[in-house]
């Protein structure tokens, strides 16, 4: 049993790294404040494992570790991202809390939707990867209104049933899709760390990832045949 809430302790250390990240925002410290976001997908990416080899469920079935991830999920996630893109001006000043309260609840609905993680290991719609998004938006410095599009027509996806990879549970190409994406993860912390300044043309080559994850999900949804999943 202690080994169980350990585990759960493990998923629970995303909400002070959440509060740090969010502590970095309001200092404007983004380099910071997306160093602890990288540290709570690690956090993300191993406390199942764990959970499922310490037996969770069987030793605490009281207890919804899968709420605990998802009340993680969306404080890093979601409500992060949004205060960055109020609190950093990434889109017009004007539509600056329309655009971070449509992320927020438009996530919200999208954490509560009973399919939004499939028995076969998909996301249904958009999975609110806004840490993801909103790191390349401070990155790449692209401009304010095109920002504002790609955030809303994002939160609009996250209604929309298409199908994207759990790429930590996929058994889709899991070893090729788990490792790019480790070295993904690896590039972006080598980034951040040890080029403080100037890392606009560095980031622009770690999309070459993401662009693989939306293309194989967007592949597998309408590129073969769909089988019926049970919502998990």
Do not use: C
Not at 90 to 98: K, N, R, Y
């Amino acid at each position: 049993m202690i080994g169980a809430w350990l585990v759960h302790l493990y998923t629970a250390s995303g909400f002070i790294l959440a509060f740090l990240a969010t502590e970095a925002t309001i200092d404007h410290d983004y380099r910071r404040a997306f160093l602890f976001l990288w540290l709570q997908v690690v956090v993300d990416a191993t406390d199942g494992w764990l959970a499922r080899a310490a037996n969770v469920t069987a030793r605490l079935p009281w207890f919804s570790g899968s709420k605990l991830d998802d009340l993680v999920d969306y404080l890093a996630y979601v409500f992060v991202p949004a205060l960055m893109v109020w609190h950093g001006m990434l889109v017009p000043g004007a539509m600056a809390t329309l655009v971070a309260g449509t992320m927020l609840v438009s996530s919200g609905f999208g954490f509560s939707r009973l399919d939004a993680k499939t028995s076969d290991h998909f996301f249904t719609g958009f999975p609110s990867y806004w840490n993801v998004v909103v790191l390349y938006l401070v990155e790449l410095g692209w401009a304010p209104w095109t920002n504002a599009v790609l955030l809303l027509g994002l939160a609009v996806l996250i209604f929309v049933p298409i199908r994207f990879l759990y790429p930590s549970r996929t058994p889709i190409l899991p070893v090729l899709t788990n490792g790019l994406g480790a070295v993904w993860s690896a590039s972006i912390l080598a980034i951040l760390w040890f080029q403080p300044d100037g890392r606009r043309g560095l980031m622009a080559w770690t999309l070459l990832y993401p662009a693989y994850y939306v293309g194989l999900s967007l592949w597998l949804e309408f590129g073969r045949p769909r089988t019926q999943a049970r919502p998990v």
